[in-house]
């Protein structure tokens, strides 16, 4: 039979009876007490004492927390002349316990939660991932476990900064939080009238490190409306050598030329629009295509000044071409659809984008259908046409006064029943359209919508 005996000189000691021993009188030193033999086993014991008293409703009438606080508190501040210190560090004892509290209490839930979480980590981070980045932050406020997972490499592979205006520094942090994981970022607000905060400094993460994260770069999409320098996106994209999808919304026509002597010849899909009041090119684009020679399958350039010259040489020097917009260009009149159906000359040409060209000849495109319901074989890869146009298309050399189109529809559509042909010229003061035809027409394509209907395709 075990016994166990206790003895006095056995006795633990009591920090608190120490405390209480070594307070000062009123005549003692104006100076706080100090303990010489304290160690953190002393200070664990106080405090692991003070948390054991029982909760207040258990107290007997006769003993109160408060009064203790306020009888020991008082007794500091007699025998101490510095008044303030005794305040100050009554506060940040508390403010330390309750701060440690909150966070061992919000350890506590994370653990919770991390053993109660269905979803494995990578596809929690795979979800994170494909949520805005605004909904990320959020989540990673909720608590440990999610901040754990929205600060994941991986959720930022894919930047999308183009829902609402943003600072410099957000772009940056995006940038350095994604890190090696980085593959896509779309930069700037679509939306013309809302004045952005962003500058071109926004993309220097990309240069830094000798251009480590922009090379890392695939597809690069940016909504310029005036807040980029010339000098800083030719920086930015001077480091991105493997850039397959690029995309600028809002250039400035004297910047195509630098940034297409920056673009890698890997680049398989470039979209360019010109900026509002950018003025005319002064230089071949034609040439530069002819001579470089990029990869590129798909190609648009919006609202640029380009002859029929110039679209033939650019067509000749990108022999892989799938997908061509010419939006909204209005001085081509449509004479290179010529070259385009010579037999002579092979083409992977699928999709014909001629939007609101306002210079484009009814003639040259009936002479382009007739070459294609000529011969199958002809312009085999041929999916898609749309030569859409609010005012109509031209018409010996002026815009007709009546719409008397004279396109073989009929015979297209039994020769290359594949062939999609669109043709709508909606006035804008009316919502019917007053010609449109398609085998397979989709109600819910806009002529207008020059931009946003060739981002799927054209980058």
Known sequence: MLSVTLSAPMETPNPNKRLRRDLPSSSGPSSLPTVPDFNQNHVDLIISSFLSLPDFPSLSSSISIMDSFDRVIEKLLQSCSDDDRIKDRGLRLASLLREST????????????????????????????????????????????????????????????????????????????????????????PDESTKSLLSGSCLAPLSSDHGFLGNL??????????????????????????????????????????????????????????????????????????????????????????????????????????YLNLSRTSVMKGGFLRHVSDRRRGSLLETIILRECRSLDETRVCKFLDSLIMSRRHLRFIRHIDVSNYNGLMHGGSKPKRLFFVFPLEKLKEKRPGVTFVADFRSPSSSSSIFSWSPYYSPSSSPGDTSSGSGSEGG
């Open 102 to 189: 909150t966070r061992c209490a919000r350890k506590h839930a994370a653990d919770h939660n991390s053993s109660s979480w269905r979803l494995p980590h990578d596809l929690t981070v795979k979800v994170f991932s494909m949520v805005d980045k605004k909904s990320l932050m959020r989540a990673s406020a909720c608590c440990i476990m999610f901040k754990k997972y929205a600060m994941d490499p991986l959720c930022y592979s894919h930047t999308d900064l183009t829902t609402e205006t943003v600072e410099n520094r957000i772009v940056r942090n995006m940038i350095l939080n994604a890190g090696k994981e980085l593959r896509s970022l779309k930069v700037g607000c």
């Open 217 to 322: 770069l695939e597809s690069l999409h940016i909504y310029n409306h005036g807040w980029l320098d010339n000098t800083s996106l030719c920086r930015a994209l001077s480091v991105c050598s493997n850039l397959t999808d690029l995309k600028i919304v809002g250039l400035d026509v004297n910047s195509l030329r630098k940034v297409l002597e920056v673009l890698p010849k890997k680049c398989q899909h470039l979209f360019v629009e010109k900026g509002i009041g950018s003025g005319r090119s002064m230089w071949s684009l034609g040439s530069f295509f002819l001579s470089y020679r990029p990869d590129l399958t798909s190609l648009s350039l919006i609202g640029f000044e380009l002859d029929d010259g110039e679209v033939h040489i650019i067509i000749r020097g990108l022999p892989k071409l799938k």
